[in-house]
């Protein structure tokens, strides 16, 4: 479905919900923003100070605007909530980098159901056509063989790889599509060892946090009613439709001030509309949540089970934000959710204890060897070389030692940290593969792709087509309601 163009409900520091006009004109201005520093990125690039973050951008544009005091507080309120597409904190948001951040603007789309159906087609021929072991832990990825016999032109089936139970298998090439941060705890997994370079690309691209929390009630208490006081949440009240989602600006009304922002998931469509709230956490907000969930879940990979203690807790941390949605009554059992869910990548080994890529500054604090892997609490490095390098050089891979590495972190910059920019990495690698086997060149043998120039900035970008040509929208990374999205 297409996400509607409407304003949010905001809900300011003290718990006061925005004006329509004052939430549309505070909106617009953090959007616009968020547009300068896409074209400031494209084009400046090369001359932005390494440790200058999008924040820092944000707040000096904010000044040039001469806004009175208490709107300038709002737009840069909203601003915080660029984390949760990102899964990292905006004081950290390189700019210099940011424009690796922009993906194809072509309508904001929202997955309203799950990736079930879209997963049971594509995987359809695989499923039967291939030998897939599930529950499998690879603990070696042996090259060496690769490296030292050149007796084919295609290369030997030398590349070995051993399960955590033992058993190994050989094969002509092997593609590792594991999350970016499983990939920078586990260089010990690659005989020989990845070269330098490659190990310093995985350690230089920033692997971020996006966790998300549903509560189900009995029913959607909050959608708007037409009374006495008017229209709750204006125009759109008169259109048959409720806001898709609401924001709550770093509240005073809370212990640590953290801002919040969830959506409707009654705004959705018939089927998959039911009266849910999800809410987005990225940063310090995703570990205390994803701590609370990870200490009171029964059985953390069976989202149907919830732990009373935990829908307890969920709901205490959560209440002083929805407890201002319309028609909210503290007596009223409608308004006391049945179910709770909270992701927990943070915690997920293979999901590489995060989400997906981002774009970071580098920590002046933290010098890291290239071939030191970075830790659960941090994932950032200094950059020794430019992130779109990185990220082309571990698109590239070592297929001289025929394995390549495909995911979200390896894909084209405008679908970086996204399912469609996965799916086309994965394309791309087997494009390259099967080039090889049909006699042919490497295509990508610089880890650059085709649609790929020089802008003004002297960064290389991608160009709108995406990977395939096809000109699809890749859509943002927060992605749709489906538990592992």
């Known amino acids: 479905m297409s996400v509607p163009e409407m304003t949010p409900s905001v809900y300011d520091r003290t718990g006061r919900l925005m004006g329509n006009q004052e939430g549309q004109q505070c909106t617009g201005m953090f959007w616009e923003l968020i547009e300068q520093a896409f074209k400031y990125s494209n084009k400046s690039s090369a001359s932005i100070p390494q440790d200058q973050s999008l924040l820092d951008f944000c707040k000096i544009k904010l000044k040039e605007m001469d806004l009175p005091e208490t709107t300038e507080k709002q737009v840069l309120d909203l601003c915080y909530f660029w984390g949760d597409y990102i899964g990292g904190n905006i004081e950290t948001q390189s700019l210099k980098y940011f424009f690796l951040e922009e993906t194809i603007d072509e309508g904001n789309l929202f997955l309203a159901s799950t990736y079930n159906t879209v997963l049971n087609q594509i995987t ?33 089936s030398s590349v070995t790889v051993t399960t955590a139970q033992g058993t190994t298998s050989t094969y002509d090439e092997v593609v590792i599509t594991v999350p970016l941060g499983y ?59 409720s806001p898709f989602f609401s924001q709550w600006l770093a509240p005073s009304y809370t212990p640590d001030h953290w801002p919040v922002e969830c ?182 043998a610089n880890g650059l792709e085709e649609g790929e120039g020089v802008v003004d900035g002297g960064n290389e970008e991608e160009m709108g087509e995406g990977a395939n040509g096809d000109g699809k929208t890749v859509g943002t990374k927060r992605g749709g309601t489906g538990l592992g999205a």
């Open 183 to 241: 990939l920078k705890r586990n260089f010990s997994t690659f005989h020989p060892p990845l070269p330098l370079h490659l190990q310093s690309a995985i350690n230089n691209i920033s692997y971020g946090r996006l966790e998300k929390v549903y509560l189900t009630f009995p029913t959607a208490f909050w959608l708007p009613t037409q009374n006495q006081n008017g229209n709750q949440y204006g125009t759109e009240i008169a259109n048959n439709e």
């Open 263 to 444: 959506l409707f998931l009654s705004s959705l469509p018939p089927p998959c509309a039911h009266p849910t709230l999800l809410f987005y956490m990225h940063g310090p907000l995703a570990s205390h949540i994803t701590d609370l969930a990870h200490s009171h879940s029964l059985t953390p990979a069976d989202p149907s089970t919830t732990s009373d203690k935990l829908l307890a807790a969920l709901t205490d941390f959560f209440r002083p934000y929805y407890s201002l949605l319309p028609n909210y009554h503290p007596d009223s059992q409608d308004c006391d959710p049945t179910h709770a869910f909270a992701t927990d990548w943070t915690h997920d080994e293979f999901a590489g204890w995060g989400s997906y890529s981002n774009f970071q500054i580098p920590d002046p604090s933290t010098t890291i060897d290239p071939t030191t892997p970075a830790t659960p609490t941090n994932h950032r490095t200094i950059q020794q070389t430019a992130l779109d390098s990185s990220i082309r050089t571990l698109r590239h891979g070592a297929p001289e030692r025929r394995v390549w590495f495909a995911g979200e972190a390896t894909s084209p910059f405008v679908a970086l940290g996204t399912v469609t920019g996965a799916w086309w990495s994965g394309e791309g690698v087997a494009g390259r593969i099967t080039a090889l086997y049909d006699g042919g060149e490497d295509e990508d």
């Open 124 to 156: 359809k021929d695989t499923y039967a056509k291939a030998n897939i072991q599930l529950s499998t832990k690879v603990v070696s990825v042996d090259s060496s063989a690769s490296e030292s016999n050149e007796d084919s032109d295609n290369g030997p």
